[in-house]
């Protein structure tokens, strides 16, 4: 069995322009986002584990970047399949609130609100979605931000706020990502 783990700690705590990549190849669910390496790990993930991982999005990403976290996502995704976890063992969920609700906005909409500049995130959002990945916006972020459905990639999901989104998917076992 192919035998990969995570560089999590080292892939966050570096800017993501001093990060060397070098070493760094396509995963098997998403080739063309969320860059894995291959590891010597000495902490076996068991056979059965099923992953059920959340994330916490607030941060805005610049405009004409990709979101270092909705990478992240997909390079759990991508890390766990690689090292043998099933991929229907691996569920990841992405709740967004606060600024970095722009990164879920369709063209159109992010265009509006950023000088007419792409949204960087829209492709891997739309590809980690293909994937069955889920994305789910604070609903009481987007009534502050004027956000309306319409505005958001299609697929992405809007829940009465990230408290309530969050609760919801520790009740089904999900943990926290702290990163």
Known sequence: MLRAALLTALLIAAP???????GFGPGPV???VGPIAPVE??????KGTVFKIAFDLAARTQPGQLSRQIETAARTLNMHVAAGVPRKDVHIVLIFHGPSALDLLNEAAYGARNE???????????????A???FILCGQTAASQKITKADLIPGVKMSLSAITAHALYQQRGYTLNPF
């Open 16 to 22: 993501a322009s001093a990060q060397d990549r070098s």
């Open 30 to 32: 998403l080739p063309d």
């Open 41 to 46: 790990s000495d902490v076996a993930i068991p």
């Open 116 to 130: 007419g500049k792409a949204n960087a995130s829209a492709d891997a959002v739309k590809k980690l979605l293909g």
């Open 132 to 134: 069955g990945v889920e």
